[in-house]
Structures are given as structure tokens and as C-alpha cells.
């Protein structure tokens, strides 16, 4: 076995029998129906219902974040990428959680640009 030289900052502790936690994840979404309330997406990873997460959209040149509740999710299928891998797709409802005045008034300035006919916006989600 070759023996590794550690050039760490502070020492690991190996933790016996783990310690739970919580990391932090973006998806690239594709917004399905957006509304005040929710929305509708579709992305490439299972998002169980009960999850609290972020929707970030671009707005007004400064992104958007709203706070939202995974209601429910299913898998809709998969798709061949290169190399042979599948990806799997699932749509998901959000609902959004206490809008602040900021917030709805920003929101539906955008619903009403899309309702004009606008590109949708490039959006993610962090959960």
C-alpha cells in the first residue's frame, strides 16, 4: 500500500457509526406552468415530496429565489444519452411558500411577460 502524505489544514476524525447531515443540491429544471402559487417542472434527479427547496428565476436583471414545498413527483421516463446511460425525467409540483409583496409583484410581472408571449426563463432549483 502506498502511503498517502496529508497536507491538511485541520485533522479528519473518522466518525463511528456516521453522523446524518444535509448537503446542498442545484438542478436545472424546465419550467412545465408557473403560477403566484407553484409550478409545475421537469428535472433529472427525484425530488420526494415534503422536500423544502428554492426556485431560482431570472428577473429583472438580479435572479428571483422563492421559497417552495415539494407537493409531489413522479418519474415520466428516460431518454439515451451518449456513451449508452440513461436519463431519467420527473416532473414535480411545487408550491410556494409566503411570498413576500416583493416577491408576488416580481412574480407576476413575469407570469404577465410570459403571457406576452416571452422566451421562458432559464431556472434552477437548490434543495
Known amino acids: 500500500m502506498v502511503e498517502r502524505n496529508e497536507q491538511r489544514k485541520a485533522p479528519r476524525i473518522t466518525i463511528a ?5 444535509r448537503a446542498r443540491a442545484t438542478l436545472d429544471i424546465h419550467i412545465l406552468d ?11 434527479a427525484q425530488l420526494p ?9 431570472p428577473s429583472e436583471g438580479k435572479p428571483l429565489f422563492l421559497s417552495a414545498q415539494v407537493v ?6 428516460a431518454q439515451q444519452i451518449q456513451g449508452g446511460e440513461r436519463l431519467l425525467r420527473y416532473h414535480s409540483g411545487l408550491s410556494f411558500a409566503a411570498l413576500t409583496a416583493d416577491q408576488r409583484r416580481i412574480l407576476a410581472s413575469l407570469l404577465a411577460e410570459l403571457s406576452a408571449g416571452s422566451n421562458p426563463p432559464e431556472s434552477r432549483l437548490s434543495v
Open 34 to 44: 408557473l403560477s403566484l402559487t407553484g409550478a409545475h417542472i421537469e428535472h433529472s
Open 17 to 21: 457509526g456516521g453522523l446524518s447531515g
Open 72 to 77: 409531489w413527483g413522479v418519474l415520466v421516463g
Open 49 to 57: 415530496p415534503g422536500s423544502p427547496c428554492t426556485i431560482e428565476l
